[in-house]
């Protein structure tokens, strides 16, 4: 049963009804002790009377988020402070907080001031960060709770970084370095051709495994060798 499609829309009415809260509840997994929180969340501050709960619980969930995020991403994985720094970046930015206000269902019971606005992009992402703001209140500011919600709910954002967004030779490293104290190591084999046109053969060794690959430069070959191992010997056994 599709429960978005039995939720009546009153958009004429700064008033939801219980019925959607209990859609959104159920999407979060979690059952405010305080309802008006969650409406104040869901009540845009495009509409002017709400502009000012909206706005607070969207600055506090805001911050939340980013410390939650920052946490995982310090717990997770080995890389540098930049590359740490792009991991914070890509899972807190607002195309990443509307994804998930879509899955469940912010959408379709959010007011706003107009119609059009339910499914803009921006308003999402902020009802989204106001939704863990009310979340963080109403448990008696209990982090864990939202850490749970927010690992969950994200799960899908964290592995699509991983695998489209993140360069091979980075994705290798810290899925080596998750599970040991090594690094990836990469020896060049060869190096033949031109010299204004060489050919570098290297190969990458992790994980008792060994992969070479060919490219017109270090990097390239480097690259090429992080990916074809993460072809063979990672991602076939997921």
């Known amino acids: 049963m599709d429960e978005k499609k039995e939720i009546k829309h009153t958009n004429n009415t700064l008033f939801i009804p219980k019925q959607q809260l209990k859609f959104l509840e159920e999407s979060l997994k979690y059952n405010f002790k305080d309802k008006e929180l969650l409406r ?91 939704i863990l703001g009310a979340i963080f209140t109403d448990s008696s500011r209990n982090y864990k709770i939202v850490e749970t919600i927010v690992t969950r ?40 051709g031109p010299k204004h046109h060489p050919l570098f053969t290297v190969s990458v060794t992790a994980l008792g495994n060994t992969v070479q690959a060919s490219g017109f430069s270090k990097k390239e070959a480097e690259t090429k060798a992080a990916k074809e191992f993460l072809i063979r010997y990672v991602n076939n056994n997921n």
């Open 153 to 192: 709910l994200w799960k899908p954002i964290f592995k699509k970084y991983r695998e489209e967004d993140q360069e091979p030779k980075t994705q290798l490293q810290e899925i080596v370095q998750a599970s040991s104290n090594e690094v990836p190591l990469y020896t060049l084999i060869s190096e033949t």
């Open 40 to 130: 104040h969340a869901l009540q845009h501050s495009s509409i002017k009377q709400s502009a000012i709960p909206f706005e607070r619980l969207e600055f506090l969930g805001d911050r939340i988020l980013g410390v939650v995020i920052a946490e995982y991403i310090y717990r997770t994985t080995k890389g540098s402070e930049g590359e740490m720094a792009k991991m914070q970046s890509a899972f807190v930015c607002a195309e990443s907080c509307y994804e998930i206000a879509v899955k469940i269902g912010v959408n379709q019971v959010i007011r706003t001031a107009g119609q059009a606005l339910r499914n803009n992009k921006t308003v999402l992402a902020d009802a989204m960060e106001a």
